[in-house]
Structures are given as C-alpha cells and as structure tokens.
C-alpha cells in the first residue's frame, strides 16, 4: 500500500512538475493555455444563478471588511494612540497592520491554492471578528498594536482570497470589470472618515463593533453559498500529501525576514536612533534571512512558494512588481498624512475633518473602480489606461505641494486627481498580477502582489514619517517653543506632549487637560503657532511622490504583452 501511495504521488508530482515546466517554458501563442487563439473552442462560463450572484456578493463583503478597517483607522490612528496615551507609537498604530499583511500574505496565497479558496477566506473573517473584540476592548498601546496585527492577518487573507476567488470565476478578459464590481460593495463605507471622524466626538471603538458585525454577516453568506469545485492543484492527493506540498521552511523563512526587516525600518528614527543595535541588528537579520529565503526557494524546495511560473510573461511581471511597490509608497503622503494636515494646518473641527478627509474613500474607489472597468472594456490598451492612471496620481499627489496652506478650497483638485490616480493603479495592479498568472497558482500570484504592495506602504510610513519628523522638530523651534511658553509650558516634555495634541485633533476638544489653556486667546495663539509649524512640513512629502510616480508611468510602458491573456478563459467552473 505504501508504495502503490508513493507512486500515486509521485505520478502526481511528475505531472505537476511537466505542468510547471509547460509554464516556465518560452512563451507562445499556441503552447500557452492562458492565451488563446481566436477560433478556438469556445470556453464554458458560470451562469449567472442566484447562488453565482451571492457568492459574489459575500466575497464583494469580504472584500470591504478587508479594506475599510485600514480606512477607519487611518482616519483615526491619532485620535487612537492619544486615547491610549501612547502618542510615541502612534505610527505602529498603522505599520503593524500593514506588517502583518505582508507577512501573512505569501503563506496564505500557497494555503489558498493548495486547500481552496473558501475554508481560507473564513478564516480570514473569523480574524477579524476577533481583532475587532480586541482592537474593541484595548486599553493599552500593546492590546492596540495585538489587534492590528491580527487584524492585518485578516486583512491579508481576504484582499488575497477574494480578489483571487473573484476573478477565477469570470473570463479573463472581464476580470478587470469583476473587481470594479465588488469594489462598489466598498461605496456605502467610502464615507468612512466621515463615521470614524463622528464616533471619534463619542468613542472611536465603536468601529470595532461595525466591522466586527459586517464580518460575520459576510461569513454567513459564503458559509452557506461559496462552494468552489476542489483544486486541481491537490487532484487526487490525500490530506498528508497535501501538506506535504507546503512549504514550511519557506514560509517561516519569508515570516521572519519580512516581520525583522520592516520591524527594523519603523524603528529608525522614532524609537532608537538610525545607528542603534536595535535598527541595525534587526534590519541585517530580516535582509539575511530574505536572502536566505530566495536561496532556499530557488534550490532547497520542489514546491516553492513563489515557482518561477509565475513570471511565465516576464516583462509585464517585472513592470506590475515596480507598478504595485511605487503605488503602494504613493499610498502613504495623501492618505496617511492629510488626516494630520487636515488638524494641524486648517484648523478642523471633527465634523469638518470627517467632511475633508471623504475624498479618500470615494476617489481611492471611484478609481478603482473606473481604472478596473476600463481594462474590461478596453482590454488591448491596458498599458494605456495604467499610464494614464499613473500620471493622474503623479500630478495630483505633485501639485498638493502647492496648495495654499490659508485656502482649503485650494486643495480639493489637486488632491481628488491625486486619489482617483492612487485608486486607479493599487488595485488594479492585482488585477493584472492575476490576468497574467497561471489558473493553479492564481492565489500565490495575487499574494505576491499584496506582499509587494503591502511592503511599499510600509517603507512609505517609516521613510515619510521620518521626513515629517525632521521637518517638525526643526520648525518647532523657529515656530512653536515661544508662544508655548509664553501660554505657561515651561518643559520639554509638555511642550512636546501639546504639539502631539494637535495632530490628534481639534484643540478644543483636548485643551482641558492642559491646564496653562485657561482662556480661549491662549488656545488661539497656541493653534496659530501650530499652523505656522506644520505648514512647512507637508509639501516636501508631495514632491517626494513625484519620483515614485514617475517610475510608475515608466514601468507601465512595459505591459504591452499582457494583450495575448485578456481572453474568455474562465479558471474555475462552480
């Protein structure tokens, strides 16, 4: 019995393995089965049943679990840390999800492919419950931070799973229109930083509770309608051959050096100084342990996380790796830090900053969306739409450097053409990484384009947050330190600790905890001097995004082969 098993597999691993060699092979037209010659057999498609419309529609609210918690709290992460008087984590606030979700991300994308789709994004659903019990319940920056990392565990699994889940059941060539769909599932929480901003007035840890509620109900919905055929990737494999195929070593491999590496570059510059053995140690072992894990992938497994055929066309994957980094660090200047702008340099009240910061959900998906269904639509210009896309993000995020710092109204073109342009290319780089990846290692292919995605954002807090740090410490003393002691702050310490005040939020709301705030001129003076502080904070971080942009638009040009794979062959009948 245990050799009949042995050979079982091994004829197995021998088909897979000419599988993949098929896939790693010259690419052409006619060897290729993603590409399709026109005349060919026409390809069967799921109809469209009331069971195809609700699994849609529960990956749709899978799908906005995953991106509306990082939108609440990206509205929200000052108010937060300040709460839990933690104002010197503030920004692990945000980089521990977005850690979390670079780290998880490859291994689930092997898990996805190997055991399916629907047993994974459950229990993705099933962590966000329970992040959103503990993010719900934090009364200390270390339960806060616990939470957003199992948060992002949850997150990771649900941008990979039903990003991957969705597209493999629609032709290819309409996969671009397909997540423009269930990115519309995101519109009645796009006006999330107008909520956040409003239960920030009463408690913010009544996000906790929306999400943790729209989760479960999104559970319940593809418990009982998403039931995907098994994988092919696992075809006549038992259980213990199956886990076999994992690559464990990899996985730990991959965990550690991306978790070290990231973990180190937060560090720099805001708990130890760049130099320390807590940045430099951290940093060179996560760098080793990457390397490590390159070497371990090319020559110390038969089943690496990432084969080689994911490049099967190699110029568009190279491009849509740049494509998805750059985006993923043009994420960062507008989002993240027009939430600190918006206090800090126009004076918002919570009312008027949940109204001021609505352009980042509804442009951010607007793009999405629009960028999405044009590659549908016009599917043999794809490179031309990401283009266009690209300079739209690399102007607007451009021109806020700009903006009058007096005028709101300044703003708003600039900064609605910088959001639409960074919604056009995020996520439709997902959408391109899963058009061009072989049907079996779909999930690992759309993995690969989070973990990439979710390393660009993580590189642009710590590298923004470090310039906006500079840049606040140097101003302070030219603009701030006089008016605070003259309103009474006679340390370091308190003048620091009100300065941090004003990025949390209104002045007003927190000015009783300072007793030196004893009239309203006071107060004044004290919000005058911060406008004059962080106005010259802000542009610096917008002309900086120019770079990124531009080498989006350049690797954009670099998508062209693409064309040949936007076919109606659907991956996965229902």
């Not at 042995?6 to 092979?25: F, P």
């Not at 521990?96 to 979700?101: K, T």
């Not at 005028?407 to 959001?419: D, E, H, R, S």
Request: overall charge neutral.
């Amino acid at each position: 019995m245990a050799t009949s098993m042995e050979k079982s597999e091994a004829a197995h691993v021998e088909d897979t393995g000419s599988a993949h060699a098929r896939s790693n092979s010259p690419i052409e037209e006619k060897s290729d089965p993603g590409a399709l010659e026109a005349g060919q057999p026409f390809e069967p498609q799921n109809k469209i049943t009331f069971g195809f419309f609700m699994t849609m529609f529960g990956l749709s609210m899978a799908f906005v679990a995953a991106e509306v918690v990082p939108l609440f709290l990206i509205t929200l992460f000052t108010v937060i840390s300040y709460d839990l008087n933690a104002s010197a984590y503030v920004i692990w606030v945000i980089v521990s999800q977005f850690i979390a979700i670079g780290a998880v991300a490859p291994f689930v994308g092997t898990l996805a492919d190997l055991l399916g789709r629907r047993v994974v994004v459950l229990a993705g659903l099933v962590c966000t419950v329970i992040s959103m019990i503990v993010i719900g319940t934090a009364h200390s920056i270390a339960q806060m931070i616990a939470g957003q990392v199992m948060s992002g565990v949850g997150i990771g699994i649900q941008l990979l799973t039903t990003v991957a889940a969705a597209t493999e059941l629609v032709p290819t060539s309409k996969r671009g229109s397909t997540i423009g769909y269930i990115v519309c599932g995101f519109t009645p929480f796009a006006a999330a930083s107008l909520y956040g901003q409003y239960l920030a007035a009463h408690s913010w840890r009544w996000v906790a509770v929306l999400v943790g509620i729209w989760s479960i109900i999104a559970f319940i919905v593809l418990a009982i309608w998403y039931h995907p055929p098994p994988r092919v990737n696992t075809e006549g494999l038992t259980t213990w051959q199956t886990v076999r195929r994992i690559d464990f070593v990899g996985s730990f491999l991959s965990l550690a050096g991306v978790i070290l590496f990231l973990t180190g570059l937060n560090w720099g510059g805001q708990s130890y100084p760049w130099k320390s053995g807590h940045v430099i140690g951290t940093m060179v072992a996560g760098g080793l342990t990457i390397v490590v894990f390159f070497i371990w992938e090319k020559f110390g497994t038969k089943n690496p996380m990432f084969p080689m055929a994911l490049a099967r066309a190699p110029k568009p994957f190279i491009a849509v790796c740049i494509l998805a980094l750059t985006s993923g660090i043009n994420y960062v200047p507008l989002v993240v830090f027009w939430v600190i702008q918006v206090y800090t340099v126009y004076y918002a009240s919570f009312t008027q900053a949940g109204i001021w910061l609505l352009p980042i959900g509804f442009c951010i998906a607007g793009g999405a969306v629009l960028s999405a269904v044009l590659m549908s639509v016009f599917k043999n210009k794809v490179p031309v739409i990401l283009i266009i896309f690209c300079i739209i993000q690399t102007a607007g995020l451009g021109s806020m450097a700009a903006v009058d710092p007096e005028n709101i109204n300044t703003v708003w073109a600039p900064m609605v053409f910088g959001l639409i342009g960074v919604g056009g290319v995020l996520l439709p780089s997902q959408v391109v990484f899963s058009i061009i990846t072989p049907d079996e290692l779909l999930g690992t292919g759309v993995a690969l384009s989070i973990v990439i995605r979710m390393i660009g954002q993580v590189v642009g807090v710590s590298m923004f947050y470090n310039i906006f740090l500079h840049h606040v410490n140097a101003n302070a003393l030219k603009y701030f330190a006089i008016p605070a002691i003259e309103a009474g702050f006679t340390s370091v310490e308190g003048i620091t600790e009100l300065a941090t005040t004003l990025t949390a939020g209104p002045l007003s709301y927190y000015a009783h905890m300072f007793p030196e705030l004893d009239s309203p001129e006071k107060i004044h003076s004290i919000m005058i001097a911060g406008h004059e502080t962080f106005k010259h904070c802000f542009p610096i971080l917008y002309l900086i995004s120019i770079a990124f942009g531009g080498t989006a638009i350049i690797s954009s040009f670099f998508l062209r082969d693409i064309n040949k794979y936007m076919n109606d062959h659907v991956a996965v009948l229902l």
